[in-house]
């Protein structure tokens, strides 16, 4: 468990944010993801993290992550739903923590379930508190969120979490609305858990232009991860929403 990957975000986040392309291996498998992948890394994402809340096994995984890993040198991410699924081939997994689920088997059981894989494999372990904002989608049904509310008591309520996720010392806070959400997280739930936090933030879930990404970026993002609009090859808004991105960095 070298902490490379870590390191490579860690000196990323150094000139400004930076943005990941998240791919789902049901969706996307093999071929077609890697075909995503690469023209992902032609516009300058960062990183390209898999995984899915349904329907992700070791063999789709193995599959999808070998191809991406033929044609880029991004770093691999493994983005977990469940201990079910595993891949010796990741670069390194989210070991993340649902902290609004109603269900303990997300905040800590699959956790423990998988742990041990995780070190006999020697996989890089990023810790992670996840926030599931409303709508949250399915991986909020899976979860069994008690979804953050899009209000001001919703913003304090995240900024409270994601205060918590720090003091466990978990290095990464994801704010998710859930794949394919109509909206991005509000930016007023964004700007509170900024103004607590001092670890970067993720901020994932409805972001489809260059506009929301500049939105969110200005309220405190440090890492927008988008990955519907690039696995429904709305290559022109992902164009836009890196260009946005990498706008926001230092020159």
């Known amino acids: ?12 986040l150094q000139g400004g944010p930076i943005h990941m392309t ?33 329907d992700v096994s070791s063999d789709n995984l193995d599959e999808l992550v070998l191809h991406i890993k033929e044609k880029t040198r991004l770093p691999v ?3 977990p739903s469940t201990a079910g699924a595993m891949s010796p081939h990741v670069d390194a997994i989210y070991f993340l923590s649902v902290l609004n689920s109603r269900d303990p088997r997300m905040i800590v059981g699959e956790q423990a379930r998988g742990a041990p894989l995780l070190k006999a494999l020697g996989t890089e372990a ?29 913003a304090e309520r995240a900024a409270n ?9 978990m290095k990464l806070v ?4 859930g794949s394919g959400s109509p909206e991005p997280c509000p930016v007023e739930i964004v700007r509170a858990v900024r103004q607590v936090l001092d670890v970067p933030l993720v901020v994932g879930g409805g972001i489809r232009t260059g506009a929301q990404a500049e939105a969110l970026l200005a309220a405190g993002a440090d890492i927008l991860v988008t990955g519907t609009i690039a696995e429904n090859r709305h290559f022109d808004r992902l164009a836009e929403v890196v260009k946005a991105v990498k706008g ?4």
């Not at 291996?25 to 890697?34: D, I, K, L, Q």
């Not at 995503?36 to 898999?50: E, L, P, Q, R, S």
Request: aromatic share 8%.
């Open 77 to 79: 991410i493994y983005f």
């Open 1 to 12: 468990m070298s902490g490379r990957v870590w390191k490579t975000i860690q000196d990323r």
């Open 126 to 154: 990023i810790p992670m508190g996840y926030v599931l904002v409303s709508p949250g989608m399915k991986v909020g049904q899976v979860s069994h969120a008690d979804l953050i509310t899009r209000d001001a008591a919703g």
């Open 22 to 54: 998240l791919l789902d291996p049901a969706t996307s498998p093999g071929p077609v993801g890697e075909s995503i992948a690469t023209i992902a890394a032609n516009y300058g994402t960062d990183a390209i993290m898999v995984g899915g809340s349904t």
């Open 248 to 251: 926001a960095r230092k020159a």
């Open 161 to 169: 979490l994601a205060l918590a996720a720090q003091m466990f010392g």
């Open 174 to 177: 994801y704010l998710e609305c």
